[in-house]
């Protein structure tokens, strides 16, 4: 049985993940890490990840790390769910460098909508946190709805004015 992923589990992650490396790279981190990375959750169930580019060899190594560390990881990131919001990898912000893979924790703007779009009251709370900790503007999250609001019909699942009212009700609370 898999523990649930503390700011130390998630360390250790990413210094097994950085050992394993042999090539330069990026893993974004989404939702739960993000959350126990910057303190507005002590722990999450699953650690998601983005990794540019994919790599045979840490692909390879996670099944085995997720035992050795006890820790859930998948490979989930917001363009998973909708549009990728363009610029997302400029706004990511950088968390650490471990041996040749430096970790940032992927797009606020893509990860709150990602979170609105699923609607999970977890994700909805996540949401508040970030607008109460300044790591989303609201006026600059609508502006990127709106720059992928003409690309959801790629996304079969969204109903588009479903989600542009989810948008608009989270930026009034």
């Known amino acids: ?39 507005w959750r002590t722990s999450t169930i699953d650690v998601d990840i983005k990794m540019v580019p994919e ?3 840490l692909l390879r190594a996670i099944p085995r790390l997720k035992e050795e560390l006890e820790i859930n990881v998948e490979l989930a990131s917001p363009a998973d769910f909708i549009p990728e919001l363009e610029g997302w990898q400029e706004r990511s912000r950088f968390i650490a460098q471990e041996g040749r893979l430096s970790f940032h924790h992927y797009d606020f ?4 909508l990602a979170k609105i779009e699923r609607g999970h009251t977890q994700d909805v709370a996540d949401v508040h946190d970030m607008l109460l900790r300044g ?4 006026d600059v999250l609508l502006t990127h709805f709106a720059s992928i609001e003409p690309r959801l019909y790629r996304y079969p699942a969204i109903d588009p004015p479903t989600f542009r009212r989810a948008v608009e009700a989270m930026l009034q609370v």
């Not at 097994?16 to 890490?33: C, P, V």
């Not at 703007?109 to 709150?112: L, R, S, W």
């Not at 790591?135 to 609201?138: A, E, Q, S, T």
């Open 109 to 112: 703007y893509a990860q709150a």
């Open 135 to 138: 790591l989303v503007n609201p």
């Open 55 to 57: 790599s045979d060899r």
């Open 1 to 39: 049985m898999r523990k649930v992923a503390d700011a130390a589990r998630i360390w250790r992650l990413m210094r097994a993940l950085g050992a394993e490396a042999d090539s330069d790279g990026r893993i974004y981190f989404t939702g739960g890490a993000t959350a126990v990375l910057l303190e």
